[in-house]
C-alpha cells in the first residue's frame, strides 16, 4: 500500500523492511468489491480421476 503523503514509501513497513499493523480506525467506512481468480494446472490423467470421483 503506498502512502498517500508520499508516493515514494510503502506505509505498513517499518525502516527494517518488516511488516506492521496501522491504524484504520478513523477510515470512512466504504463499499468495496474484491474478484479473485486462481488457475489450476494438473496432468489429464488426474483431472480424469477426480471427475471419475476416484480421488
Do not use: W
Not at 30 to 53: F, P, S, V, W, Y
Request: avoid cysteine.
Amino acid at each position: 500500500m503506498i502512502n498517500d503523503t508520499n508516493n515514494n514509501e510503502l506505509s505498513h513497513f517499518n525502516a527494517q523492511g518488516e511488516a506492521y499493523m496501522v491504524d484504520v480506525g478513523n477510515k470512512a467506512v466504504t463499499q468495496r468489491l474484491a474478484i479473485a481468480e486462481g488457475r489450476i494446472t494438473m496432468q489429464a490423467h488426474t483431472l480424469a480421476k477426480i471427475q471419475a470421483g476416484d480421488h
